[in-house]
């Protein structure tokens, strides 16, 4: 079975500095990975994913994240942090279970708190 | 017009009535989804139906049922609600077509059990 760990549960930074997002997976496989945001009273918005080819791959509002195999890693990046990206973020693996299903496993999420 | 709506948004009830989400979609989309997100536990999948004819139990399913009324429709239900269901539910779709299996998620109910 799969799982996603985001050791941060909380991260506070500074508007407009950068900012890295840490998550780490585990599943036997190249897995689907996915970024979701997740505004105060919203539902979540899929910033980006990553199921083949390119490493590094580009989301919105200027995000991107790269896939590292050899570390199971699957970090969320932004140059350049803006006081909207204030929000939970969360990170997902989607493998196949025994049965075929394509799951969906999602972390425990990140609180972004940004300040001026 | 999202393509995602949940009713009731928020809903304020008392132990042991019976309680029932509603989710809607107009993306087309086969699959739906049911998940409850708990601060600090991220979300954990309660129910999911690949169509009408198919519903299968997540990782928290007790005390919980589901109805597929038709593809664009999955209702949750909580037959006899207790405090501990209390949490922020969310209802997802997505599409078999689709490679990456993204799934796509509603505005979420709050739902507050006394």
């Known amino acids: 079975a799969q799982s996603v760990t985001q050791p941060d549960i909380h991260i506070t930074v500074s508007e407009g500095a950068s900012l890295e997002l840490r998550c780490n997976y585990s599943?036997?496989?190249?897995?689907?990975l996915f970024w979701y945001v997740q505004s105060p009273g919203q539902g979540l918005q899929l910033l980006l994913k990553?199921?083949?080819?390119?490493?590094l791959v580009q989301g919105i509002k200027g995000f991107e994240a790269e896939f590292k195999r050899s570390q199971s890693s699957f970090n969320l990046r932004k140059p350049s942090v803006h006081w909207s990206d204030a929000a939970e973020y969360f990170c997902a693996v989607g493998a196949r279970d025994s049965g075929g299903y394509q799951k969906v496993t999602f972390g425990t999420g990140t609180k972004l708190q940004v300040i001026p | 017009d999202a393509d995602v709506t949940q009713t009731p948004r928020n809903r304020i009830t008392k132990t042991g009535k019976r309680i029932m989400l509603e989710c809607s979609q107009t993306k087309g989309h086969d699959r739906m989804y049911w998940y409850r997100q708990d601060p600090g536990l991220g979300l954990r999948l309660i129910y999911y139906?690949?169509?009408?004819?198919?519903?299968n139990k997540g990782e928290i399913s007790d005390g919980y049922s589901v109805s597929r009324q038709a593809q664009a429709k999955f209702s949750l239900s909580l037959e006899s609600a207790i405090p501990n269901q209390t949490a922020l539910y969310f209802c997802a779709t997505s599409d078999w077509e689709l490679s990456s299996h993204e799934q796509f998620f509603g505005p979420g109910t709050r739902l507050t059990v006394l």
């Open positions: 599943y036997g496989a190249t897995p689907y």
């Open positions: 139906s690949f169509d009408v004819k198919d519903i």
């Open positions: 990553y199921f083949s080819g390119d490493t």
